[in-house]
RNA sequence: GCACGCAUAGCUCAGCUGGAUAGAGCAUCUGACUUCGGAUCAGAGGGUCGUGGGUUCAAAUCCUACUGCGUGUGCCA
């Protein structure tokens, strides 16, 4: 598609010469309505330089244009100038290269523009997956598949929260309420129920915080038998996230988190020090950053141990140093984006230049249905496992009352309720607040998941049952020459741009909105359309439409992370 | 208080760096192939784009003030 603007923009080159062919592709646009044209040029920005009225001057270039072999119509509507492309042109103008790239349609598998570090998921240990968890988890997972397929080399680290003072309330609560017999039979569910435990008695106690402050410092300074129970505790939650992660298919290239760097904070200390960065004040390390209107970023607490900022911003030029990287992207919540301001201006103010390159994806939060907070403190949490599981079941029994003969239903049935799940997730701008609802995410109709991975099937289906013979560069495309024909072409044919669109705005949402109307589109010409006719050479063309139509489908989910089985 | 974010149909939201009658899905109602998968398709109703100013030939989109909601704001992450 990109490949057709730039030719017609050339075209109109040639009529307005004080325009460059990137300014007119700039202001080239595609009508709302098909009525209108395949494209469309508004002349008012052209008013001060021809000294004349707007409609005057696109009647002027309508008049003017020479005829060529791919632009049927061309006429002028008051200033605007509607070009009607050739459309058997246009088809094969798009569908070509599709059935050329085929299951690589839309991915530059190059990787050679460089680094990117993703920052995702980064639970945190000994509590237990919930919904919250998914949305960094599934969005980063996104993110990393999209820049690689716009050819960066992505590197995806799980930061895992596994250093900090909650291993200290941990270890007090463990000491107070619990035992290693219990632990060991029921895992990460007592871990959670002691920690929600500790956060109540906390608030009558406040002295329990204090004991569970020296717990950490004892975690820093190595006392052996804090570290025992880190270590233990670590261990657990890490067996309990593979479990997920595992039904999700995500995978990280590092798991290397803030405990990770506890050995690499004293030289930055030392640094910001060197760079007269750092102020004490009660006793704390802190950076001021009032003439960047921010509240100061605290880098010691008067105890001398560290804080979440100290270990990010080690984090950070640990990555620049490791992987020399083009982008830095941390998914976190929207509650973050203090933080990270904060941690990006203390590295830039270090003097590194890279510091711009980092970049933070904030988005929205997770609530339930009546609007009640999800937080793991006060032990109201919906797991994720559960949600998972309840999606697989729901998958399973439609599966059994539509397609009861089906092969393998278990694994369908995983990546169709999966995929509902992920979907959901990924549908809106990610910075909107989600409030979760069995209804909304159990719903497999219209703009969800499963809806675009029924139209795959469906197209699957199809192509199983008829033989495709005839290579694509014999195919008469002019006989895809119905409506709804042209618009899954056009349809089609903006993957690429929108890859694009959706790496530059950090927006897998881009890629989810696509996919329906891709979906959509395909519905509407498979309803319109019987592709199995008599005519050899019609059913050929439409079977590569067909065909065409799942390549893309099937690379557009795999960028949201989500599978495309041939039958469900 | 200050900072940041959000505000479009009954509900959930699209609307690309301003452009021709503001679009989907859900929900409600009506209808559809004696052939390829009805998790589909077609149609109907439903809008002062939070409010007031401003910039512009042109504003849901940009600027500004206000209102409402959310998040954050020195020793959690």
């Known amino acids: 598609m990109t490949n057709l603007k730039t030719q017609i923009a050339e075209l109109l080159h040639n009529q307005i010469p004080s325009l460059t062919i990137e300014n ?91 680094n990117i570090v993703i920052d995702f998921s980064s639970p945190n240990i000994a509590k237990p997956f919930h919904i919250g968890h998914l949305r960094s988890t599934v969005i980063g997972n996104s993110l990393y598949k999209i ?59 406040p002295e329990l915080d204090d004991e569970a402050r020296s717990y950490f410092t004892k975690m820093e300074k190595g006392d052996e038998e804090a570290l025992e129970l880190w270590k233990w505790f670590k261990e657990i939650s890490l067996n309990e996230f593979e479990r997920v992660y595992k039904i999700l298919d995500v ?71 490791t992987y020399n990287f083009e982008k830095s992207i941390y998914v976190t919540a929207l509650q973050q984006n203090l933080h990270f301001a904060q941690v990006f201006k203390v590295v830039d103010k270090m003097g590194y230049p890279w510091a711009n390159k980092m970049v933070h994806v904030p988005f929205g939060m997770v609530s339930g249905e009546g609007g009640q907070s999800l937080s793991t403190r006060n032990g109201n949490i919906l797991f994720l496992e559960d949600i998972l599981t309840e999606a697989i079941e729901k998958t399973k029994s439609i599966i059994e009352e539509k397609n009861p003969t089906l092969q393998n239903k278990d694994e369908v049935a995983r990546q169709v309720g999966v995929g509902a799940i992920i979907f959901n997730d990924m549908y809106n701008s990610i910075i909107k607040d989600v409030i979760f609802s069995w209804e909304q995410v159990l719903n497999f109709e219209g703009e969800t998941g499963p809806n675009v991975q029924y139209a795959h099937a469906r197209a699957c289906s199809v192509l199983r049952q ?32 929108v890859i694009r669109l959706a790496g530059q705005k950090f927006e897998p949402s881009f890629i989810a909105r696509y996919a329906v109307d891709v979906a959509q589109a395909f519905n509407k010409f498979y309803h319109d359309n019987t592709i199995l006719v008599e005519n050899a050479s019609l059913k050929e063309a439409r079977l590569n439409m067909v065909l065409a139509t799942k390549y893309t489908l099937k690379n557009a989910l795999y960028l949201l992370g989500i599978k495309s089985p041939e039958q469900m």
């Open 466 to 497: 008829a033989n495709l013979t005839t290579p694509y560069e014999k195919i008469d495309f002019s006989l895809l020459n119905d409506e709804a024909s042209i618009n899954l072409a056009k349809e089609l044919g903006k993957f690429k741009s």
């Open 251 to 321: 995978t990280f290239d590092s798991y290397n988190g803030e405990a990770f760097y506890n050995d690499k904070m004293t030289p930055v200390i030392e640094e910001l020090e060197a760079k007269n960065l750092i102020e004490i004040s009660e006793g704390a390390k802190l950076v001021r950053l009032e003439e960047d209107n921010m509240p100061p970023c605290l880098i010691t607490k008067n105890d001398g141990s560290t804080l979440y900022a100290t270990r990010d911003i080690t984090a950070a030029k640990y990555r620049y140093d």
């Open 24 to 114: 007119i592709f700039e202001i080239l646009e595609v009508p709302a309505n098909t009525q209108m044209g395949d494209y469309a040029f508004p002349c008012f920005k052209l008013a001060k330089e021809f000294k004349k009225a707007p409609p005057l001057i696109a009647k002027e270039i309508v008049d003017n244009f020479p005829t060529s072999e791919f632009v049927d119509k061309i006429e002028n509507v008051n200033a605007y100038i509607n070009i009607y492309l050739n459309k058997s042109w246009l088809v094969e103008q798009i569908l070509s290269p599709i059935l050329t790239e085929k299951e690589n349609y839309g991915f530059d598998n190059s990787k050679s523009k460089g």
């Open 147 to 205: 820049f690689e397929a716009l050819g960066y080399n992505c590197h995806g680290v799980n930061h895992l929260g596994d250093w900090g003072t909650q291993f200290g309330k941990l270890m007090v609560a463990y000491k107070n309420y619990s035992s290693k017999e219990i632990i060991e039979e029921k895992g990460i569910e007592e871990l959670l129920r002691i920690y929600v435990k500790f956060h109540e008695e906390a608030k009558l106690n």
